[in-house]
């Protein structure tokens, strides 16, 4: 091996210890125009942390039922299944990345007969999967053998492969965040329509109770009217009544397989083979938000992570594109055997060798280097602002469930109040016209008077049942998992 050679090696082997530098900027987290605290509440704000437990968050609604169906969400739900697979997919990118870090080796090896003659010659070339191919004929024939160990390196000199790698690794992280929020996405979706669904049955029971109720009412009216102690307009706004009550009760029927067939879906079933027995006696349990919640909670909301790794990416992609200014260097390097003989292939007198290095460098490509490195800075600034607005939307997001939350809580009160007066006036009001005392649209008025107000605190139960939904997953999912 020449001197030369081996300065070459050297010299070599001294710009790759230079591949600890890398071009481009070093990612650092955008700042964010944040409050000291939340309005509604005294919280902090804090980092992403979306890789945070979350814990089993539907537990704190105290309902058997809706458990058993979450635990089947991750499991069976397609979109979830699909943002799975996504994630890996982004992980093995990562790997395709990373693989670029190392020398590409192959073995190769070649068994080749010449013939040549006058005015003619042959060969019959043998390679791989037994091929043979015959051009010519006749003469004296030579048989050549080779077998080779070649190697070639691209060394990250710049940093470009690793800046690949460092987009690829943000890429994936915040694929992974989108796992977290499709799997928050259809937790809490399936939680609302089984609220829903609960309300349904609620209702139903309530219209029920209305139909028989009015049932009576319409024979006490024309019972009246036979008697001739009242007008047959009393029966026939009965009678309205009752006809009115039972289409609404047949149009719950619809809205409650409505939500039957969305979980169903969301739980990974087709509709025909899923079914909800109905639980009439069925009651809310609103969770309470714990005053003083830590700032972490909001560290684990899956869009504002999603949105920061993007960033990240986006930041690696100016180093990569950046990389394009300076040269890259290749190292190549063989060692193999060559021989007339088969038997004689792998004698040391027979063996071959090279190194090499080689250098390319772009000196014009009418601009296209500073084009790319301009659109990666853009793509990054676009990244922060996006990173930015999804944590003004999370703090927005917050800030009106817990006023909701608030709001709903004296709502519900007020409403369960009136709920009580109305039904009391119905049953005083049908009191006073068994007696002959009032007319009887006051009946009429006070009953549908009374199942509105009743339908409606059913309504605001589920209500403030997927405002603490909505609530939870705006913190990222729950508030009783650690942190």
């Given at each position: 091996m020449s001197n030369r050679l081996i300065r070459t090696l050297v010299s070599a082997a001294a710009a790759t210890a230079l591949a600890?530098?890398?071009?481009?900027?070093?990612?650092?987290?955008?700042?964010?125009?944040?409050?000291?605290?939340?309005?509604?509440?005294?919280?902090?704000?804090?980092?992403?942390?979306?890789?945070?437990?979350?814990?089993?968050?539907?537990?704190?609604?105290?309902?058997?039922?809706?458990?058993?169906?979450?635990?089947?969400?991750?499991?069976?739900?397609?979109?979830?299944?699909?943002?799975?697979?996504?994630?890996?997919?982004?992980?093995?990118?990562?790997?395709?990345?990373?693989?670029?870090?190392?020398?590409?080796?192959?073995?190769?090896?070649?068994?080749?007969?010449?013939?040549?003659?006058?005015?003619?010659?042959?060969?019959?070339?043998?390679?791989?999967?037994?091929?043979?191919?015959?051009?010519?004929?006749?003469?004296?024939?030579?048989?050549?053998?080779?077998?080779?160990?070649?190697?070639s390196w691209t060394p990250d000199v710049w940093g470009r492969i690793r800046r690949g790698i460092e987009g690829a690794r943000g890429t994936a992280q915040a694929t992974q965040a989108d796992l977290a929020a499709a799997e928050l996405s259809a937790q809490g979706s399936l939680a609302v329509d089984y609220f829903g669904l609960r309300s349904a049955d609620q209702q139903i029971a309530l219209l029920t109770l209305a139909v028989a109720g009015y049932q009576r009412s319409l024979q006490i009216a024309q019972n009246r009217y036979n008697a001739g102690i009242a007008p047959h307009s009393d029966a026939l706004q009965a009678q309205s009544l009752l006809a009115t009550t039972q289409a609404d009760l047949a149009d719950l029927s619809r809205t409650r397989a409505a939500f039957e067939h969305a979980i169903a879906v969301l739980a990974g079933q087709t509709p025909e083979s899923f079914a909800l027995p109905a639980d009439p006696h069925w009651s809310a349990a609103i969770p309470q938000v714990p005053a003083g919640m830590p700032s972490t909670l909001l560290q684990r909301r899956p869009d504002i992570a999603g949105a920061e790794r993007r960033a990240a990416a986006a930041s690696a992609q100016i180093g990569v594109a950046t990389a394009a200014y300076y040269p890259n260097l290749t190292l190549t390097g063989s060692y193999g055997f060559s021989a007339t003989e088969l038997g004689k292939l792998f004698n040391a007198s027979n063996s071959v060798w090279s190194l090499g290095i080689s250098a390319a460098e772009t000196l014009f490509n009418g601009g296209l280097t500073h084009a790319q490195v301009s659109a990666a800075r853009a793509g990054y600034d676009q990244a922060v602002a996006r990173y930015r607005q999804a944590v003004l939307a999370a703090l927005q997001d917050v800030e009106d469930q817990l006023a909701a939350t608030r709001v709903l809580a004296d709502e519900y009160a007020l409403r369960q109040s009136a709920a009580n007066d109305a039904d009391l006036a119905a049953t005083m009001v049908l009191n006073q016209y068994r007696e002959g005392q009032v007319a009887y649209t006051n009946v009429v008025t006070a009953q549908v008077t009374a199942l509105n107000t009743r339908r409606t605190l059913v309504q605001a139960a589920a209500t403030r049942e997927t405002t603490a939904v909505a609530l939870i997953q705006s913190i990222g999912g729950g508030w009783t998992a650690p942190f």
């Open positions: 600890g530098c890398m071009v481009g900027p070093n990612y650092h987290r955008p700042s964010l125009p944040l409050t000291p605290a939340f309005k509604e509440q005294g919280w902090q704000p804090a980092q992403p942390a979306d890789l945070s437990p979350r814990g089993d968050w539907w537990s704190v609604f105290n309902d058997p039922t809706l458990s058993a169906l979450e635990a089947r969400v991750n499991i069976s739900n397609q979109n979830v299944a699909a943002a799975e697979a996504a994630y890996r997919q982004a992980e093995a990118l990562v790997s395709e990345q990373r693989a670029a870090l190392f020398p590409t080796v192959d073995l190769t090896g070649s068994a080749t007969r010449t013939g040549s003659g006058k005015g003619s010659s042959g060969t019959v070339v043998t390679g791989a999967g037994g091929t043979t191919v015959v051009t010519g004929g006749g003469g004296r024939t030579t048989n050549t053998y080779r077998a080779n160990l070649g190697a």
